[in-house]
């Protein structure tokens, strides 16, 4: 069964800095994208970063370049979202998402397959 589990959320002030975490288990995500959504109060949820399967392309929404990034390693099935200058806008749940195969659609929530349950990000002013 696979599984993905989001951790590292948390409160922080304005300014501050956190790194979230996905780990994988029951499956094989090497050959697949991973990416990073969030869903703030009363809101859709939304593309935050990808990364495909060798690491080396990777994708931002607008409203994180610059300040977060995504890293991957696929020996350990896990995923690192690094998140500094953090603002308030920033506050939601964030979802990690895994796919079994690379997708050019990658930025998308339909090319994934698999999400973990979310994990809370509180950015105070």
């Known amino acids: 069964q696979v599984q993905l589990v989001e951790s590292g959320g948390g409160l922080v002030q304005a300014g501050g800095s956190l790194t979230l975490s996905c780990a994988a288990s029951?499956?094989?995500?090497?050959?697949?994208?991973m990416g990073w959504f969030r869903q703030a109060p009363g809101k859709e949820r939304e593309f935050v970063a990808a990364i495909r399967r060798n690491g080396g392309n990777t994708d931002y929404a607008d409203s994180v370049k610059g300040r977060f990034t995504i890293s991957r390693d696929n020996a350990k099935n896990t995923m690192l979202l690094q998140m500094n200058s953090l603002k308030p806008e920033d506050t939601a749940v964030y979802y990690c998402?895994?796919?079994?195969?690379?997708?050019?659609?990658?930025?998308?929530?339909?090319?994934?397959?698999?999400w973990g349950q979310g994990t809370q990000v509180t950015v105070s002013s």
């Open positions: 998402a895994a796919s079994r195969v690379s997708s050019v659609w990658y930025t998308r929530r339909f090319a994934y397959d698999y």
């Open positions: 029951g499956g094989t995500f090497s050959s697949g994208s």
